[in-house]
């Protein structure tokens, strides 16, 4: 008699205490709720499949789920920033600095011209000795020695093609070698500045060599250097 009493009295508290009848999961997230003979699920099958269950479920992640503040965030709802490669700034093409290099490089295809000064003896003269230095009182500007090296030596690399550029564009019965030696070294500059320094804009080009054209020459000169830039950059940029 007291056994069959204790048995019925553990059947009602297992009865009381099964996670369904408390509407709650279990940490496992329901797959260890018992089951009554009328489930009729095997094994690992989701207990999603089931009406009964399914019913259930609501409440049951109400009653788990940790609060909208604390929960982490899916990693499949972080956006990941795309990657920017850092700009760097291009120098503006007309600057104090280029326009010393620009004025330095015709000196120096001058004196090229007139003395045959091999090239890494006349690059070193100008850099020690001209590009900011004082010289019989006279001040001369620092200079962007890149752009000042790459005028003189791209120039005498390229001087048969600029040269025929520049004959191609003179008057009939003219040679480049009736042109004096200053105006020649402009010449040449500027169109080694049109034809390989393409990031230098064509106004900026014959704007830059119309000054230099002043430092040895009357407004004559200039309109001859102005047409003649301009009609070889129609050619070479378009």
Not at 27 to 36: D, K, L, N
Not at 90 to 102: H, L
Not at 114 to 137: K, Q, S, V, Y
């Amino acid at each position: 008699m007291c056994s069959r009493r204790g048995a019925e009295t553990r059947r009602r508290i297992q009865k009381v205490m099964r996670p369904a009848a408390l509407g709650l999961a279990s940490p496992q997230g329901s797959a260890t709720i018992v089951r009554s003979s009328k489930d009729n699920l095997s094994p690992g099958l989701n207990p999603s499949a089931s009406p009964r269950l399914r019913a259930n479920k609501p409440s049951s992640l109400r009653a788990f789920a940790p609060s909208r503040e604390t929960r982490p965030p899916a990693l499949d709802a972080i956006t990941p920033l795309p990657y920017m490669p850092r700009l760097m700034p291009k120098p503006p093409p007309r600057t104090p600095a280029r326009a010393a290099a620009r004025l330095a490089a015709v000196q120096a295809r001058y004196q090229h011209e007139m003395e045959g000064t091999a090239m890494p003896a006349l690059l070193h003269e100008f850099h020690h000795h001209r590009l900011g230095a004082t010289i019989e009182d006279v001040e001369y500007a620092d200079a962007d020695i890149d752009f000042f090296d790459d005028l003189v030596t791209g120039a005498h690399a390229r001087q048969a093609e600029i040269d025929a550029l520049i004959e191609g564009k003179l008057a009939s019965g003219w040679t480049l070698a009736r042109l004096d030696k200053p105006m020649k070294a402009i010449l040449r500059a500027g169109t080694y500045e049109l034809l390989a320094r393409k990031d230098v804009p064509v106004g900026v080009v014959i704007t830059e060599y119309l000054d230099v054209a002043d430092a040895f020459y009357d407004k004559r000169e200039k309109g001859f250097v102005n047409g003649l830039l301009d009609g070889i950059a129609k050619g070479v940029r378009g």
